[in-house]
């Protein structure tokens, strides 16, 4: 069984080492000149390589059951045993598994090791520009040289962050093989919002709830520290809802985002809170009397045109941003889009379409939440593609 992998990078690599364990002659063709560059980089440099909280809310589609339903076929249990026996010792820092070492070379190293083990053979500078289904098998064409497969898993990655080589060729090769890709639109990344004061509060963190409505409608809620930038808003609870927002605003929705500073307090409770601390100093101004429970920064935008104690509550829980626009795709982690999962079998992760094809990792329409979860997609899904391209089953 001839096999061919589009993409050397978590899922390409996954995909390259189950197929080949399982006897197939594995090649791996990927476009740059290493392999891997966005495991590197996965994590700060550290590798997030997945999380001990398993949640089908961690995992996003237009196809809503997809994801989890490939999840739970290759689970957590499944992945931790994987990369322990090629010698990956993990260390949990808050729910998310790092290598004991922190280094994310670490992770992409083992993966490189085992395949060679296993004789798979590694091609770099390989850019694919066309996948053609044969009578039997596939002609898989290169900027140099023609690769002959009995099958084929198409693991060439997404056009999110700055890493070199991440680009829509996967999604292109995917089209003209019948598929339908479903828009790719940034995701994990910062939202900008309508107003000329954000630069007052650039770079302050502060811990708080942050909703996204669309039309009114609330579409996601997270709460952590919001990092508040020149632009608008950014952190990883911003970064959780942002796929959301890129969706509505592509529909041309009115997207918004509520703060609220202070979730542990309900309106009514903390308008007597903040009632009682400026009774206990009554000396201070409004202003004066959020020293110490606020940022410095916030506490001028806070409290304009702000008379009454109510009404600063009522700001505090309920701070609205109109947000007119995500970060762009090169500063995003992921992307939300790809692949339409309804033309891909969860079970094996074959095309519905073109037998014989496979797809794996950031190429399909999933997107993970922050904390691993985009790593376990790939690790999940690229398993599973390479076992049963080459005739094995989970």
Request: net charge neutral; charged share 20%.
């Amino acid at each position: 069984m001839r096999v061919i992998v589009i993409g050397g990078g978590a899922a390409g690599l996954m995909a390259a080492v189950m197929a080949a364990r399982r006897g197939a002659a594995v090649t791996v063709l990927e476009q740059n000149n290493v392999f891997g560059k966005k495991i590197l980089a996965t994590g700060n440099g550290k590798c997030n390589l997945t999380n001990v909280k398993q949640d089908p809310q961690e995992y996003r589609s237009d196809t809503k059951d997809f994801p989890w339903q490939v999840v739970s076929a290759f689970p957590l249990a499944e992945t931790l045993k994987f990369f322990t026996g090629l010698g990956i010792y993990t260390r949990n820092k808050n729910g998310g598994l790092y290598p004991y070492s922190e280094q994310a070379s670490a992770v992409r190293d083992v993966l490189c090791m085992e395949a060679a083990h296993l004789k798979v053979k590694m091609k770099t500078q390989e850019r694919v520009t066309c996948i053609r289904k044969e009578k039997e098998g596939f002609l898989v064409d290169t900027q140099t040289y023609t690769y002959q497969a009995d099958r084929v898993i198409l693991a060439a990655g997404g056009c999110a962050s700055s890493v070199s080589g991440s680009c829509k060729d996967g999604f292109d090769l995917a089209k003209r093989l019948g598929h339908t890709v479903v828009e790719p639109l940034p995701a994990l990344t910062g939202l900008k919002g309508v107003g000329a004061y954000f630069p007052k509060w650039a770079g302050v963190r502060f811990e708080a709830q942050v909703t996204l409505f669309e039309n009114e409608k609330e579409a996601a809620s997270q709460r952590g520290e919001i990092q508040f930038t020149e632009y608008g808003i950014s952190g990883i609870p911003v970064f959780s809802i942002s796929r959301f927002a890129a969706r509505a605003l592509n529909r041309k929705s009115r997207v918004m985002a509520v703060l609220d500073f202070m979730p542990d307090f309900t309106l009514e409770q903390l308008s007597v809170f903040l009632e009682t601390r400026m009774e206990n100093c009554g000396y201070k101004t409004m202003e004066e009397s959020l020293v110490g429970l606020l940022p410095q920064k916030l506490i001028p935008l806070l409290c304009t045109e702000i008379r009454y104690v109510q009404e600063l509550a009522e700001k505090l829980k309920n701070y609205p941003i109109i947000i007119k626009d995500t970060g762009p795709m090169s500063q995003a982690q992921v992307c939300t889009g790809g692949v339409s999962a309804e033309e891909i079998c969860p079970d094996t992760m074959e095309s519905r379409l073109v037998l014989g094809l496979y797809f794996a990792g950031e190429v399909v329409d999933v997107d993970g939440n922050c904390g691993g979860y985009n790593l376990q997609w790939a690790w999940s899904s690229g398993a599973i593609a390479g076992i049963s391209c080459a005739g094995g089953t989970i």
